[in-house]
């Protein structure tokens, strides 16, 4: 069984993408097959592991490919390390958001390019690191998963904001994908300094509960916070997860004990 989890939060620079990396990593590491797939335009994740999608199949090739009832016959996936394989971003994915204005079931697309993956490759977990937006792109992987991470910051955490994410998760529940699951909030980017102030987590609390009783959802908050470290932009320079790039770091260690929990949840 493969689970397959998008990786939310309509703002960006909140940690999507370290944090689908470094989970991807620590997933890999303790022998499961991972597929990451970069699913914003901006392709932060394929620079971060050193690959251009612009000039290799990618998920574009796939959405494409799915919209125009065609089969992909190159290979799209791309070996990253042991365990670990990428589908690669692309720029061009900004324009498959205006292709799918008419296509039928277009809430649809990536889930039928990940069924078909699935049947194909024999992933324990396909990650997908999902664009800054709540747009049909966000709709699509919101469509295709089975469970949502959610990475937040501590000073952009908004009520306002987390409501609206979970309002469209919840639409997409009742009416594309039922059972979608809320795998939980990460608090990411912690400054330990401060640490994660009385007042601050009794907000977080105030916001989660609310917003489970407004939603009918349930969400939790992951015990394992990710806290800040200048190393995890230093890695990506290196074209490496932090865990890679220096095992000892606490980023590292967060990512690995959270990988741990997230598993056992
Ligand atoms: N734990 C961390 N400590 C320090 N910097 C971080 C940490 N996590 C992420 N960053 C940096 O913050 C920026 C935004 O992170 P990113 O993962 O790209 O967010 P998103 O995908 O939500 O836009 C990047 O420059 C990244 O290197
Ligand atoms: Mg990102």
Redesign the pocket.
Known sequence: MTKVTAIV?Q?????????ALNLSYALSQEGKKVLLIDF?PQA?LSVALGINGENIPNIQTLMMAEIEDKEVKEDYIVNINKNLDLIAGTLDMAATEGALVNVMSREMILKDAIEKIKEKYNYDYIII?CL?SLGMLAVNALTACDSVLI?VTPEYLSAKGLALLTNSINKVKRRLNPNIKIDGILI??LNQRTNLSKEILENLNKTVDFIKEQFNLDIQIYNSR?????K??EA?LNKKSVIEYEPKNK?SQAYQDFAKEWVNF
Do not use: E, F, L, R
């Open positions: 939060n703002k960006g620079g909140v940690g999507k993408t370290t944090t914003d932060s690191d800054p990475p990411t980017m990710i806290p800040i470290s200048v995890t932009g990506i980023v």
